[in-house]
């Protein structure tokens, strides 16, 4: 073919393990998966090349994605309101205040289109929603063999704009993040390059021990690989404990791909992965293609040691692994959980240069009181420091209803940003609903002050999601409370995960520690955490303090959670109930107690901890391949909102000259079908050079 040459497959076919050949590959993926932010600008370019062709005299709907492309709306919603049975509802309708222009645009764009599929908001995270509904194993295409009608069978593959979608790794589809005008030109048929890749093979052996999750796993293997430079490499994850690992737990390692490095860590297709497809609602038909698909291949099954050569073999026995979190500013440094509290003061008093936060130890020990009354309006004084900001009240800003704006430059700060604008303080203060929790507390350095139950990373495996809302439950029967000055907040990865909470109950205990659904998307992942109370913003900025956010995310590079909060560390979904518990993280949850019951006594990490058996007994009972097909057949339905949203109609988008987010791009202006010259660039140079561990945060 033109896109792909008999030489590129030769290439690739006599591919050497330890010494691949130096050429780029053409790679066609089957389709594309966006979200929201970064997948905005590539339907905005769609609607400017309708309307190029428009005005040469063509048709517009020639202009159509060559692939099917989907886009899952999950980058918008943040965390305003946290700790409160109105949260989902109130945070909900803050987000489609303040995207409303985006999603009239988005909403053309759906019915425009043949092959742009929408999720729209309050679904789910764009890999979750990959995982358990968008990825079909094999596709098939119709086609004329011999005279007669067939269907041709191919992998399920893609790319993403998002570098997290290497999660769809875990059931062994392949696919990776790129950026937009890679994943624009697959979406018009041009092809993806890479460098042919090396591919080290991680041999997995043994099996978790009691105590230690998915979370703690994948943390592992970011620590282990990021040590053996695995960047721009393919890591493929096989042998016995490879096996042995559910989907839901090779998602969570394949997740965390970005920060271990490689392009892709992958699971090769097995037994489990076809049973996962028909546990989420796959029909039978395409759960029996996946399988007959790879084994026709003779590509199914879980390679074991000297089945197949590697670049580089690795080593990783399954029972090595322990309970960990990673932090405060990386999400390789990993650190045992008995060692966080020695690990917090040595890195509280070392130099910045140091990657410490160059602090006075007997300063550790300081405490500022603070009294939190639930509320902040905007001529509170208080509101000042506070990371919630008034609107710009200007015609070319972005328009909210009533007459007002937000922000002149919005639209340029969100795309540079990769993050919604704060919500107007007075937006907020007219839902007349408390903002923050009230309550008398102390505050100082080490204080979690955001616990946080987030990211497709660990949402997205029941197991480690029902682990800790067994933990809130014995928490809860204990007596045990979160201090107000945490901001507690859950943001499932799918509507599946609210059901087998609510399902099996434990989502009310969840719900006693503050820990109410505040949206489904990203949230505080990527750093849409909402404003703090003005008054605890106010005491750290007075007092320098490094507080601390605990979270079951995937990154805590410094300022990525929060502005203010300096020490972040990433952990399972259950550490994070715990955390919010002891309030603290110069703590060793193994020795100390996070707190006392109702009657006085001491209260231990290892009291609250649900065992395996407890876990596999409730995961028995949460989940049915039904609630998968009910959940995922009916958008419209379960989000209400969406359905209020006016759009425009037809085939070409009508551009508003007077908005500052969506302008019609300037690169056909003055189009024509005559081909121009491309001349050459001279003096070119760049704008900037970096070194290690620069991030976007």
């Not at 084994?295 to 026995?317: C, H, N, T, W």
């Not at 690990?343 to 410490?356: I, M």
């Not at 350095?445 to 497709?456: E, F, M, N, P, R």
Request: hydrophobic share 40%.
């Amino acid at each position: 073919g033109k896109k792909v040459r008999r030489k590129d497959v030769e290439t690739l076919a006599n591919w050497n393990a330890k010494a691949p050949a130096n050429e780029e590959i053409p790679f066609v993926v089957a389709r594309i998966v966006l979200q929201d932010f970064t997948g905005v600008p590539l339907v905005v370019d769609l609607a400017a090349m309708r309307s190029a062709v428009k005005q040469v005299g063509g048709d517009p709907r020639i202009i159509e994605p060559l692939v099917p492309v989907d886009l899952v709306v999950d980058h918008s919603v943040q965390v305003d309101f946290a700790g409160s049975a109105q949260a989902l509802q109130l945070n909900m309708e803050m987000e489609f205040k303040r995207n409303r222009e985006r999603y009239q645009f988005l909403k053309w764009g759906q019915q425009a289109f043949q092959t742009f599929g929408l999720v729209p908001p309050g679904i789910g995270i764009v890999h979750q929603v990959n995982l358990e509904y968008l990825a079909k194993g094999v596709l098939a295409t119709a086609t004329q063999l011999n005279g007669a009608s067939a269907r041709v069978y191919y992998p399920d593959t893609l790319v993403g704009t998002d570098s997290h979608t290497t999660m769809i790794n875990g059931l062994g589809v392949v696919g990776w993040g790129v950026g937009g005008i890679e994943a624009e030109a697959g979406m018009l048929g041009q092809p993806v390059y890479f460098l042919t890749p090396q591919v080290v093979g991680v041999h997995m052996s043994g099996e978790l021990r009691e105590g230690v999750t998915a979370t703690d796993l994948a943390l592992h293997i970011t620590e282990m690989l990021r040590a053996q430079k695995v960047v721009g490499k393919f890591v493929e994850f096989y042998g016995e404990g490879a096996a042995s690992l559910p989907v839901a737990d090779r998602a969570t390692i394949g997740n965390m791909s970005p920060e271990y490095g490689a392009t892709m860590g992958f699971f090769p297709v097995d037994g489990e992965s076809v049973a996962y497809l028909r546990a989420t609602g796959r029909t039978e038909e395409q759960c029996a293609a996946f399988e007959a698909y790879f084994k026709a291949q003779q590509m199914f099954g879980m390679p074991r040691k000297g089945d197949i050569d590697y670049s580089v073999d690795l080593e990783l026995d399954l029972a090595d692994v322990q309970p960990s979190v990673a932090g405060p500013k990386r999400p390789q440094d990993r650190i045992n959980l008995p060692e966080l509290g020695d690990t917090f003061r040595s890195l509280f008093t070392k130099s910045a240069k140091d990657g410490g936060y160059g602090k006075e130890l007997d300063t550790l020990t300081r405490r500022f009181p603070i009294h939190l009354n639930g509320d902040a309006h905007p001529d509170q004084p208080e509101m000042e420091p506070s990371s919630v900001q008034s609107p710009t009240d200007t015609p070319t800003a972005m328009p909210i209803g009533d007459g007002k704006f937000i922000g002149q430059t919005v639209g340029d700060s969100e795309m540079v940003t990769n993050r919604p604008t704060a919500t107007p303080a007075d937006m907020i203060a007219e839902t007349r609903a408390p903002e923050f929790k009230d309550g008398e507390s102390r505050i100082g350095h080490g204080s979690v002050l955001i616990a946080a139950i987030t990211s497709c990373t660990n949402t997205s495996n029941p197991s480690v999601m029902l682990a800790s809302g067994l933990l809130a439950k014995k928490a809860v029967e204990r007596g045990l409370r979160v201090d107000p000055a945490v901001k507690t907040s859950l943001a499932p990865g799918s509507r599946v995960v609210t059901d087998y909470l609510n399902k099996t109950g434990l989502q009310t205990y969840l719900d006693q520690l503050g820990f109410q659904t505040v949206g489904y998307g990203c949230t505080t992942c990527i750093g849409n955490s909402g404003p703090l109370d003005p008054k605890i913003e106010k005491a750290i900025n007075e007092n320098d303090l490094i507080a601390a956010s605990v979270l079951s995310g995937n990154r805590n590079f410094e300022a990525r959670v929060h502005q203010n909060i300096k020490a972040n560390f990433l952990m399972s979904p259950p550490l994070v109930v715990a955390f919010a518990l002891a309030g603290r993280v110069d703590i060793d949850l193994s020795q100390e107690p996070l707190g006392k019951d109702r009657d006085g006594k001491d209260v231990y990490l290892r009291d609250l901890w649900p065992s395996l058996q407890e876990i596999r007994d409730t995961l028995r009972t949460a989940l049915t391949p039904d609630v998968f097909r009910r959940l995922y057949k009916d958008f419209s339905e379960q989000n209400p909102k969406w359905n209020e949203i006016p759009s425009s109609t037809g085939e070409i988008y009508e551009w508003d000259e007077k908005s500052d987010y969506i302008h019609e791009p300037p690169f056909f202006k003055d189009f024509s079908m005559e081909a121009g010259s491309i001349e050459d660039i001279r003096d070119a140079r760049p704008l900037g050079i970096f070194g290690e561990s620069v991030t976007t945060d």
